[in-house]
C-alpha cells in the first residue's frame, strides 16, 4: 500500500464510491523499441500529467554503488546534448509546469502536469533527460554534498533510522535490504563512471513507462510520444534476477542503543509479492484496521485509551519481489514490553478469529476513501498506473478497488496466518542505554 494524506472520515465516505467511477481502464501500448506507453484520456480539466517511470531502485544496487538511483535522480535534469543545467527547469517554469522526481527500491520516477497544449514541450525535456544526461563532473560533486546532507539529516531522524534498520533486518543480503538514499561511504565512493554505466545499463526503453494522463487525444499523444523518444533503443543485457527473501525459522530481536529521548519499536513480516494480488489487497484491508485506516486499533487501543504511545503505525509498501509489513510505536523504555506484548496478542488473535465485520467495512471505506484522495487528479491517476507498473501491471490501479471490496473475513484470516507469524517475526527496538538497549 502506498502512504496517504489523512483524510476525514466524513470525506472518507463520501470518496468511496467516487472511487469507482472516476477511474478508466488505461490504453497500454508496447513500442516496437519496448517503450511501454500507458495513456487515459480525461477532459475534465485542460491539464496534461506526464510522468515517465523507470525500473531501476536500490534493489539494481549493490553495496558498493548504493545510492546510485538517488544519486541519478539529483542529476538528470541537469546537462544534456542539447542543454545546459538549469535549462529544463526553466523551460518547464516558462509553460507552467515543475520537474519533480522521487527514487525507492523498485523504481525512479520523473513527473510534470502541464496544460495539455504544452505535451509535447514536456515530452521533449523528458525525453532528453532519458536519453542524454552528460553528468559533468562538476554537477556530481555539487549534487554529492547534498546528498550527505541529506543522510546527516535522515541519521537525527528516529523514524528514519528505525525504518533503515529494520529493512536491513528483515532483508537481509537482498538489495531491499540497502538504504535508498545510500550510506554515507558508498555516496562518497560513487565515481561519474558509476553512474554513467549505471544509467545506461537501466535507463533503456524496455525498462520505462511513459504515462500520459489528462487532456489528449491518445493518438496523437501516442504519437507526440513515439517521436520524443525516436532512436531510443536497449543495449544488450540480461534481467535483473533475485534471490528469494526469507524470514528467520524464529522470531529474531535487535536492540539498537540510540542516543534518542524515546523508545521506538518496529515489528517486521516479509509480506506479499505486487503480483499477488488478492493478498496485497487482504493486507492492505489488514492493515488499515490495524494501523493506518480511521479509528485504527494501534491508534484507539495502544494510543489513546491506554497512552503507552506517542505514535502508531502500521505500514505495507508493495513491490515487484516480497515486500515488508511493518507495525511501529514510538514509546517509553518502560512501555516497550508492554506494547510489543500486545501488539502480538492481537495479532494472534487476527490470525485465529479475524476481524469483526463492522470494523472490516470501516477498513474498505478509509481505505478507498484514501485512494479516491490519492486519485481525483490526472497527477493522481498517472501516479497509479505508473507506480503499478513498476511492481506488477498498470492495470492493477483499476481492478485494486473491487479487489479491495472483495475482501472477507476469511481472506483476512488467511493473509495474517501466511504473512504475520508472531514466531517468525523481526523485532527492532531503538532505545537509550537506561532503556535496556545492547
Known sequence: M?????????????LAPACRAQFGMPTVTKMGNGLTVILLEDHSSELVAVDVWVRAGSANETPKNNGVSHFIEHLIFGSTLKRRAGDMDLEMESVGGVLNARTSRDWAHFYTTVSSRYLSKALD????????????????????????????????????VCKTAIASAV????????????????????????????????????????VIVGDIEPQKALSE?????????????????????ELPSRQTVKRVESPFKNAYITIGFLGPRGSDYQDVCAVDVLLSYLGYGYRSWLEEEIMNKLAL????????????????????AATTPAN????????????????????????????????????????????GMANSFGFYFAVSEPQFA?????????????????????????????????????????
Not at 494524506?5 to 465516505?13: G, Q, Y
Not at 517521436?227 to 534481467?239: E, H, I, V
Open 2 to 14: 502506498q502512504r496517504f494524506l489523512l483524510i476525514t472520515f466524513a470525506l472518507v465516505s463520501l
Open 171 to 210: 532483508f537481509g543480503a537482498h538489495p531491499y535490504g540497502l538504504p535508498i538514499q545510500g550510506t554515507t561511504d558508498s555516496i562518497k565512493m560513487i565515481t561519474r563512471d558509476d553512474i554513467i554505466s549505471y544509467y545506461h545499463q537501466y535507463y533503456t526503453p524496455n525498462n520505462t513507462a511513459i
Open 225 to 245: 510520444v513515439g517521436k520524443a523518444f525516436q532512436g531510443w533503443s536497449n543495449p544488450a543485457q540480461q534481467p535483473t534476477k533475485f534471490q528469494d527473501v
Open 336 to 379: 516497550l514490553e508492554k506494547v510489543q506484548s500486545l501488539v502480538m496478542e492481537k495479532i494472534v488473535d487476527i490470525r485465529t478469529r479475524g476481524i469483526p465485520e463492522a470494523s472490516i467495512s470501516l477498513a474498505k471505506r478509509s481505505l478507498l476513501g484514501r485512494y479516491a484522495f490519492q486519485n481525483e487528479t490526472v497527477e
Open 398 to 438: 483499476v481492478t485494486y478497488i473491487g479487489c479491495v471490496q472483495s475482501i472477507t473475513n476469511e481472506d483476512v484470516i488467511r493473509a495474517a496466518q501466511k504473512y504475520l507469524d508472531p514466531e517468525r517475526a523481526i523485532i527492532l527496538i531503538l532505545a537509550p542505554k537506561e532503556g535496556g538497549a545492547q
Open 309 to 328: 504511545a506517542d505514535a502508531v503505525s502500521a505500514d505495507f509498501l508493495t513491490q515487484r519481489e516480497r515486500g515488508m509489513i511493518t507495525i511501529f
Open 125 to 160: 525535456v523528458l525525453a532528453d533527460a532519458l536519453m542524454n544526461a552528460q553528468f559533468p563532473e562538476h554537477e556530481i560533486q555539487r549534487e554529492r554534498l547534498i546528498l550527505l546532507d541529506e543522510i546527516s539529516r535522515l541519521e537525527t531522524d528516529p523514524v528514519e
